[in-house]
């Protein structure tokens, strides 16, 4: 291949995009995006066309909720059109509707209509957003058509802020965006539309008034309209790009650049997360965040774990890749984080601090300008030029610790008596000491405020009882003033020392404490073999580590059932019916999720190898645990241990029933070699015989005449024993057999049984024993003399020509006792028992033959009379077999 | 035998061809003269048309019960008739010798054994006091003078051992139901009462067979009944 023909190739990269893309979007349905810069473009309306137009085509259409606000000509459009009716839901004494999504999924229209794709749904909805409901519709295969205005992308949600001055409060996630299969700019000039206000076209709910004329400002609807225009075009571009690439046809694109973006905990992270993926949407790079976890982790640890969370989250949702690291230092960690990510440029944002502060804490952007190397390093301002509205408050704040200042205080007086009792003997140089203890036990004990409250409070009682002039607080010596800011200097350098090692050494601790009752978690289920054991395992588990109380909730069936559950745990109707969900959809919900939060568990899917395997409804034991980032991660991977337990118990039932099947399917196919064998061979034999003497009808001596007929008699015979043989096992096995009981003389039985075998003993001595008054007996006399002829049969075949048979019987309590012996090698112990298997054979060396089936059926005969049949070998040598029958 | 010279007539019912053309192969030895039908009606007017002396009759046939077959001819006629039958179970048997069957041979069976029956059939349709001895062996009965000889010595029998041993000569090679038996000998009212039989037949046996436990002369058709074999 030439050089450039290679370039034009498809880059692998390329080619994995677009190969993951196509299977996301199988079985999924299809987005459809009517967007607008403002209210009253004339979206619903555009949408309301197309939709109809597609029913005109013959597509399937509902309307499972779209707003007309009154406006006749959008009315008029909706006519004709399926509406799915509204879910009615009361809150607060107010009436609210909205789309009843189960509706629509019981519907299964092609397509379905939805309005207002930023909406916030009542409380009490299934899901927070109406984008969220959008997207389990498409989820099932349901095409969605729906209206956006511009301002709700959540990456451009700043800069609309900024242009209209209007804070944004609902948004979408822009990956729902981008996998949109259309967007449909709906376009007016901005005159038009404040002329459409002005005439009260343009629906304005009540609340919004003063907003609204701020909105609707000629320079803001611009504006605006740029944004929704630039926005479309860069989507219709990247569309083109990723058409081209996936054809290796070249273009002009840039080389990948990739960005990074550090999550801190502040407040400020959020719009940097939103600065850099408008960056990256402008350069067309991918980019990460990362949070670097230090254990450093100050007063304000809740406040900021969850503020990080939802900033990680945030950026997940704009597309970013997210990750966490643990590191002492947050430049070193983001430099190398950096360059194992390949990394082009690392954003950051200004730092806000004072210049003393950065004097003595250097902010971590001027490291990581120092050990970025070839990467880039762009400092953006995040200074807002207004409050921004969605900060939420600082957080419960933490107690004064009084006790702790009382406590300083005791020290410093108690230093003090003791200075002044020993003033006179001791210099002010060794006094120093005592306050240096007091300082260094308030830092090992109290906390970094109280010691510095005790270093002050030390040095002016130092100054105040030990220096000269005494009981004042002017300082004779300036020398002194070494000693106060060494005091202060250690004071503090021990706290934050020791309250560093404490965090430390708590983070570590938690972090065992998770590695811990994972690892317990793990050993529990490795050891389990079934499923009940594993269920009791797992909610143990769960109790033990997060003092969490569990339901496990499997499928059975169609719907879903407990299969095991904390004590005291009784998840009701509702808490089944959001499990219901979690399991059809796959995706967490519950309480502490932006889905049905208002259940009283929070249910995590169980999913192993993309199956969906049951759902874990969990009941944390405070609140707060709901939200926090450590225990959710720590039961997601409960779940996933579970699940895997689950899929591993599964897989090895599975593989059991498999072998058992493979098994008898082996048998079967032996036992048919077996009898099409048995049934040919005599076959052969008779054939083979008949055609010689059709052959040689003519040449054939009398006695070769003879000699084969008597052959292709005896096959015959013996084919048509094989047969009987068959048919009667079959009988047996299908319970067919009938057996008809009447009294009968074992005398006679012998005899029948003679008769019928009459030919073939031939020569054969058979002996019969039987005692003078031998009771009657009630069997089936067909079916016993059956079993006595196979039993003859047997010993005939497999004993010499001139041993003798014996059959005897004789009476014993309540059993009638018939045995038959012989005088043949008998059979291994070990096989006594398996000789009255089925097609069960003694290897004999001269091949004596037989179906393997006479014992058996001797064996289902007798047992059918309830009696007994058994082998045993004789003293003398030889077989015997042993019938009992009940008199 | 016969005293003229006209060989008995055999009427063969099989609706399979090649069990005809094996029946008339094995049978067409000069003894007897042979007719065929291949079904239940063709049976009736064949019989009606050629008066056989022996009726082979399968019971499979396409348009009726054989068991039909032998109730209505036995409706008008006597002549003995032989099933050959690959039903084994003992109720078809049963059922066959009760609606008037003389004898029952199961498929396949050997033509010796075929030609036995016949014979034997034929010696009792023509049977009148002509051969009041009968001799299988080492067993001998003079019906007319009431003796039974075994090996040349006279044995004792009870009444009802004489009467049960006379009918078994009377129709001696036929297999005779227990029903068939005890209906004669004892009356209706004791066929439910099978031991009664059971155990004048074995009385009988030790006083006539060599070898009681290995009857050679009176033989048991389990589940069916008994037959005294004539073709020693």
């Not at chain 1, 038009?192 to 004329?213: D, S, T």
């Not at chain 1, 999913?607 to 997601?636: F, M, P, T, W």
């Not at chain 1, 070699?673 to 061979?681: Q, Y």
């Not at chain 2, 004489?162 to 009918?167: A, G, M, S, V």
Request: aromatic share 6%; proline share 5%.
């Amino acid at each position: 291949m030439s050089a450039k023909e290679d370039e034009n190739r498809p880059s692998p990269e390329a080619m994995l995009r677009l190969a993951r893309a196509e299977e996301q979007l199988t079985g999924r349905g299809r987005l459809r995006i009517f967007l607008g810069y403002a209210a009253g473009v004339g979206k619903t309306y555009t949408m309301l066309e197309a939709a109809r137009q597609r029913k005109r085509e013959g597509r399937d259409v509902v309307a499972a909720y779209v707003e007309s606000h009154g406006r006749a000509e959008t009315d008029a459009l909706l006519e004709g059109l399926e509406i799915i009716p509204r879910a009615c839901i009361r809150y607060h004494g107010v009436l609210l509707s909205e789309p009843d999504i189960d509706a629509v999924l019981t519907r299964r229209p092609h397509i379905a209509l939805l309005d207002e794709l930023a909406h916030t749904n009542a409380p009490g909805s299934r899901h927070e957003k109406r984008w969220q409901d959008v997207e389990e519709l498409l989820a099932a295969g349901i095409d969605v058509y729906t209206t956006v205005n511009v301002q709700h992308f959540d990456s451009l949600k700043d800069i609309v802020t900024q242009i209209t001055g209007v804070a944004v409060r609902e948004t979408v996630p822009d990956s729902l965006l981008d996998q949109a299969a259309e967007i449909r700019l709906v376009d007016i000039p901005p005159d038009e539309l404040l002329q459409r206000l002005l005439e009260g076209k343009v629906y304005i709910p009540e609340q919004a008034a003063w907003a609204a004329e701020k909105f609707f400002r000629p320079g803001n609807l611009i504006a605006l309209r740029e944004l929704s225009l630039r926005r479309t075009a860069a989507r219709v571009d990247e569309q083109m790009r990723a058409y081209m690439e996936a054809r290796g046809i070249p273009g002009p694109w840039p080389a990948a650049e990739r960005l990074l973006v550090c999550v801190s905990g502040s407040p400020f992270s959020e719009r940097l997360i939103r600065m850099t993926r408008h960056l990256a949407d402008e350069m067309k790079a991918g980019w990460h965040t990362v949070y670097i976890e230090t254990p450093d982790v100050g007063r304000h640890a809740r406040e900021n774990r969850e503020r990080v969370w939802r900033d990680l989250r945030l950026a997940e949702s704009l597309g970013a890749q997210t990750a966490t690291v643990s590191s002492a230092s947050v430049a070193e960690a983001v430099i190398r984080y950096a360059v194992s990510h390949n990394i082009t440029k690392i954003v950051v944002g200004k730092p806000v601090g004072s210049r003393w502060r950065e004097f003595f804490f250097p902010p971590a952007v001027d490291r990581i300008i120092r050990l970025s190397g070839p990467i880039d390093v762009h400092v953006v301002s995040v200074t807002p030029t207004f409050p921004d509205a969605d900060l939420t408050g600082a957080g419960p704040k933490t107690p004064v610790p009084v006790l702790g200042y009382l406590a300083s205080l005791a020290l410093v007086v108690a230093a003090a008596l003791v200075s002044l009792l020993t003033r006179s003997f001791i210099e002010p140089v060794n006094m120093v000491m005592i306050y240096l203890l007091i300082v260094v036990v308030a830092a090992l004990r109290l906390g970094r405020r109280q010691a510095i409250l005790t270093a002050f409070l030390g040095v002016i009682a130092f100054d105040f009882f030990c220096v000269p002039p005494h009981l004042t607080l002017a300082v004779a010596d300036t020398q002194y003033i070494i000693t106060f800011v060494a005091l202060l200097a250690v004071g503090v350098i021990i706290s934050s020392l020791v309250s560093k090692a404490r965090e430390r050494a708590e983070a570590v601790r938690d972090r065992e404490e998770q590695t811990n009752s994972l690892y317990h978690l793990s050993r529990d289920l490795a050891s389990t073999a079934d499923i009940e054991t594993m269920l009791e395992a797992v909610l143990k588990n769960l109790g033990e580590s997060l003092n969490a109380k569990a339901a496990v909730i499997l499928p059975e069936g169609d719907h879903m059932r407990v299969a095991a559950a904390g004590r005291g745990i009784h998840p009701g109707v509702k808490e089944m019916a959001v499990a219901d969900w979690v399991f059809r959809n796959g995706k967490e919900a519950g309480r502490g999720t932006g889905t049905l939060g208002a259940a009283h568990f929070l249910h995590l899917p169980l999913q192993a190898s993309g199956n969906q395997l049951g759902v874990l409804g969990i009941k944390l034991g405070s609140e707060s645990d709901y939200r926090s980032r450590q225990i959710r991660r720590l039961l997601d991977s409960f779940a996933s241990q579970t699940a895997m337990a689950l899929e591993r118990i599964q897989l090895s039932r599975q593989a059991e029933k498999s072998q058992i099947l493979q098994a008898r399917e082996n048998l079967e196919r032996a036992l048919l070699n077996s009898i099409s064998h048995d049934l040919r061979t005599p076959l052969a034999t008779i054939t083979g015989a008949l055609d010689t003497l059709r052959e040689r009808v003519h040449t054939l001596a009398d006695k070769a005449r003879l000699e084969l007929l008597d052959i292709a008699r005896e096959e015959a015979e013996r084919l048509n024993r094989f047969v009987g043989n068959l048919l009667d096992m079959t009988k047996l096995e299908s319970g067919a057999v009938k057996v008809r009981k009447e009294m009968c003389d074992v005398e006679d039985l012998a005899g029948c049984a003679l008769t019928a075998m009459e030919r073939r003993l031939g020569d054969r001595r058979v002996d019969l024993r039987f005692p003078p008054m031998l009771p009657p007996v009630r069997l089936d006399m067909s079916l016993m003399t059956q079993v006595l002829v196979n039993l003859l049969d047997n010993a005939l075949k497999y004993t010499p020509a001139e041993s003798p048979i014996e059959i005897s019987a004789r009476a014993e309590g309540e059993s009638l006792i018939i045995e038959v012996a012989d005088h043949g090698p008998g059979i291994p112990e070990r096989d006594l028992k398996r000789v009255f298997d089925k097609f069960y054979r003694l290897p004999v060396p001269e091949g004596a033959s037989g179906t393997g089936l006479g014992l058996s059926i001797c064996k289902g005969i007798v047992e059918a009379h309830g009696g007994v049949i058994r082998a045993e070998n004789r003293d003398g040598g030889g077989l015997r077999i042993v019938v009992m029958l009940r008199l | 035998m016969r005293k003229d010279n006209n060989p008995p007539r055999l009427l063969i019912v099989d609706d399979e061809p090649p069990i005809q053309r094996f029946l008339r192969t094995a049978l067409d030895t000069g003894d007897y003269v042979i007719h065929q039908a291949e079904s239940g009606f063709a049976a009736l007017s064949a019989a009606v048309a050629t008066r056989p002396d022996v009726i082979l009759l399968d019971l499979g046939l396409p348009d009726m019960d054989g068991v039909e077959v032998i109730r209505r001819i036995r409706e008008w006629s006597q002549t003995p008739i032989i099933v050959l039958s690959v039903r084994e179970r003992e109720d078809d048997k049963v059922s066959a010798l009760d609606a008037g069957a003389d004898d029952y041979l199961t498929k396949p069976f050997g033509v010796a054994e075929l030609i036995a029956r016949i014979r034997a059939a034929l010696r009792r349709s023509l049977r009148q006091a002509e051969e009041p001895v009968f001799l299988a062996g080492e067993l001998e009965v003079d019906l007319s003078r009431r003796r039974v000889l075994v090996a040349g010595s006279e044995v004792q029998l009870t009444p009802t051992e004489y009467e049960l041993l006379r009918l078994l000569v009377v129709h001696a090679g036929k297999v005779l139901t227990h029903g068939f038996i005890l209906k004669h000998i004892w009356g209706t009212a004791y066929v439910e009462q099978p031991h009664v039989l059971r155990v004048n037949i074995s009385n009988l046996r030790h006083k006539l067979e060599k070898e009681p436990s290995r009857p050679r002369h009176i033989i048991t058709e389990p589940g069916v009944g008994y037959r005294l074999r004539a073709d020693y």
